[in-house]
């Protein structure tokens, strides 16, 4: 079997595709044919070894896994081999074959792609729980998003959209903003030439924004606080430009104004019930035509190195999708 590797940490990580032993079938899980792996900024940062979460090398990285179950532990009756799947593996996606916790398997429908499968579950349940359960957001309010032709960018202005927000779009290039208004911005603006807090003010009339989404951080970040709205929400997501920021507390005060924290990895363990829920909720948005996961597609375990150069020079727009198996089943 064919596998991504990752035998140090670097710098440079020692990372290649390497043949590796048949995984065994411990009780509790299933075995996957892998399909499509969801590769994002996380992974990147985890590959270098500066992500939160540190596993033991060599380990094969890879989380959100689409794909085909091939066969079950006997003590696993709720499912069955053939059934199409998406499985948050923590690691070992980014391979042919794929051992998970069963506990851990989502039925996919027949209407979504492996593809867009790949690319839908961490995107998009950290945006619905960020709006919909941190920032309380209501229709009519307004909702500044950076980052907005990124993976978690795009789906902010998608669901704030559902949700009856006016969304203005933050981006770095022209292609991006481009991309950013055909999702259904209603504004777009280059944050490395304008001013956030000068379009801010003349999108809100002067008013400042109801919510910031900011999986950026950097230097924005403050300029964000200093343009809310009075009881607005800014919503910490990330911080993809690299440095974590150090924003004045006064000017929460000054702007009756919440920093609120955002971490769905955690609300998926500490609140199950709500998590199913909004998965509910993304499926049947998926549905209807209101959500649509935009993939950046790789073909092949070897095309993980193009999809790290993309993410680490931040020139992917949407999800970054490494294709393993060549057709759908």
Known sequence: MRAVVLRSYGPPPQIGVEDVP????????????????????????????????KPDVPFTPGNETAGVVTEVASDILHIQPG???LAMASTGGLAEECVVNAANLIPLPDSMSMS??????????????????????????????????????????????????????????????????ERGADAVFNYTKDTIKSKVMEFTAERGIDVVYDPVGGDYAEQCVRSMAWNGRYLVIGFAGGKIPSIPLNLA????????????????????????ANLKALFQLFEEGRIKPHITEMNGLDSFTQALDLLNGRRSTGKVVIRVASSEE
């Not at 044919?33 to 979460?53: C, E, I, N, S, T």
């Not at 619905?128 to 909702?143: D, I, P």
């Open 22 to 53: 048949a995984l065994s079938l411990p009780p509790g899980h299933v075995k996957l044919r892998v399909h499509a792996v969801g590769f994002g900024f996380p992974d990147a940062l985890q590959v270098a070894g500066k992500y939160q979460v």
């Open 116 to 181: 867009a499968a790949a690319g839908f579950l961490v995107n998009y349940g950290t945006t619905y729980h960020a709006l919909v359960q941190r920032a309380n957001l209501k229709a009519g309010e307004t909702l500044l998003v950076l980052g907005a032709a990124g993976g978690v960018g795009i789906t902010a202005i998608e669901i704030g959209k559902a949700l009856g927000a006016r969304v203005l779009a933050a981006a770095s290039s022209d292609e991006k903003l481009a991309l950013a208004k």
């Open 83 to 85: 059934a199409r799947v």
């Open 253 to 276: 005060l000054l702007k009756g104004c919440s920093l609120v924290g955002v971490f769905w990895g955690a609300h998926t363990r500490r609140e199950p019930e709500i998590h199913a």
